[in-house]
Structure formats: structure tokens, C-alpha cells
């Protein structure tokens, strides 16, 4: 594809529900990262998957979150029994390799009422 | 606490006028990255600039890089209303595993 792709765009729901939040990578892209941005304020790091793998899940805010990564494509980000303090700009990004430039996509917008 | 962090936190100028921004890190890094944000959604890279690079140019863009101080600062020159963005540095961190995004400035170009 062209770009990183992200879906849903916006999702509104209702707290102690589970959302699941899906990116799709730019073809060939073997890292893959997941950031959180609240309103107003800068990113915040949650996980990045080498592969399908995830070396360090010490950025997931608490328990409720986990993600996976499958063919060293499509990432999917889980948050269940959502919280108020969820709502935020869900956030992916894909590179060729670690550390170089990372193209994101357009978002997640998530509103838990 | 952030790896990275830019100041100011907001800037308002002129069009027309220089547009400077600051990021300080923390650890040793191989490189610095900077993005821009626009309405709260995908960033998009700008500039790259390595650990042994002073200074980059890309076009109204100019970045450099004291690594002894730990800095760095992007400079837009002629700003433009559409310049009106978010700016973000983002450093290695994790034993370069990770890339961590700092604070941002937000910048607004008055036309």
C-alpha cells in the first residue's frame, strides 16, 4: 500500500468495554510502533514489534492493554474493559528497520463515554 | 521522564519571520529525528541528522546537533501559515530499541 493505514478512524464506546484497534504497515516494514497521544500533549511510547516480535512491552499503560503482530504485517492493539482515561489519539507507525525514519498513519481517535 | 524535550512549548510569529525550536536529550544518541504534526493526527518526518553531522539543511529547513550539550534546534525560515504545526524530536532510547518522541512545540504562524 501506499502508506500506514488505520482503523477504525474514530470508535466511541462505552466504558468497561473492549476495543480493538487495527494497523496496517507499509509493505516491507519490519518495525512497528504504537503510541498514545492525549489531547494537547506529545507521544507516548507503548510498544514497538522487530517482526512479529515485542521485545519490550513495558510502555503498555496497564494490563488491559496488549497487541500482536502477525506475518510481519497487520498489527492489531487491544484495550479491554476500556477506561475514561483511555480516550485518546491511538497512533502507528511502521519503518524499513529499527531506527530509521518511521511513517505514520492517520490515527485512532478513541472516545470512551 | 521524556527522553526528549523541545522549548518552547508554543511559539507565535509573524508570516515571514524565523521560526526557532529547541530539543534536548538525555543519553547518547546515533542519530535525531525531527516530525511535524498537524490537527492532533499522523506525523510526518522532516529531517534526520546523524550523531556526526553539525548541521542539515532541506530546503526552508535547518537542523543541527551539539552533541556535547545534548541539543539540537530546527530552524524554519520564512515561515508560512501552513508551517502552523506541531514539531516533535524524537531520540534512540532502550539501548537504541526504541524511539522516544519528546514533548513537542507548537508553532503558529500568524499570516
Known amino acids: 500500500g501506499a502508506g500506514v493505514s488505520q482503523s477504525p478512524s474514530n470508535k466511541v464506546t462505552e466504558k468497561g468495554k473492549d476495543v480493538e484497534l487495527r494497523c496496517d504497515p507499509i509493505s516491507g516494514h519490519t518495525a512497528l510502533y504504537w503510541y498514545r497521544q492525549r489531547l494537547g500533549q506529545g507521544l507516548e511510547f507503548l510498544i514497538y514489534?522487530?517482526?512479529?516480535?515485542?521485545?519490550?512491552k513495558s510502555g503498555l499503560p496497564s494490563d488491559r492493554f496488549s497487541a500482536e503482530r502477525t506475518g510481519e504485517s497487520v498489527s492489531t492493539l487491544t484495550i479491554q474493559r476500556t477506561q475514561q482515561e483511555d480516550s485518546a489519539v491511538y497512533l502507528c507507525?511502521?519503518?524499513?528497520?529499527?531506527?530509521?525514519?518511521?511513517?505514520f498513519g492517520p490515527g485512532t481517535r478513541l472516545l470512551v463515554l | 521522564s521524556q527522553q526528549g524535550e523541545e522549548d518552547p512549548q508554543a511559539l507565535s510569529i509573524q508570516e515571514g519571520e524565523n521560526a526557532t525550536m529547541n530539543c534536548s536529550y538525555k543519553t547518547s544518541i546515533n542519530n535525531l529525528q525531527w516530525y511535524r504534526q498537524n490537527s492532533g493526527r499522523g506525523l510526518v518526518h522532516l529531517i534526520l541528522?546523524?550523531?556526526?553531522?553539525r548541521e542539515k539543511h532541506s530546503g526552508r529547513l535547518r537542523v543541527t546537533l551539539d552533541t556535547s550539550k545534548k541539543s539540537s534546534s530546527l530552524l524554519i525560515t520564512a515561515s508560512r501559515a501552513a508551517d502552523t504545526a506541531s514539531y516533535f524530536c524524537a531520540t534512540p532510547s532502550g539501548g537504541y530499541q526504541k524511539v522516544t518522541f519528546g514533548t513537542g512545540t507548537k508553532l503558529q504562524v500568524i499570516p
Open positions: 507507525a511502521s519503518s524499513r528497520r529499527m531506527q530509521e525514519t518511521q511513517y
Open positions: 514489534f522487530q517482526g512479529n516480535s515485542a521485545p519490550d
Open positions: 541528522i546523524r550523531s556526526n553531522e
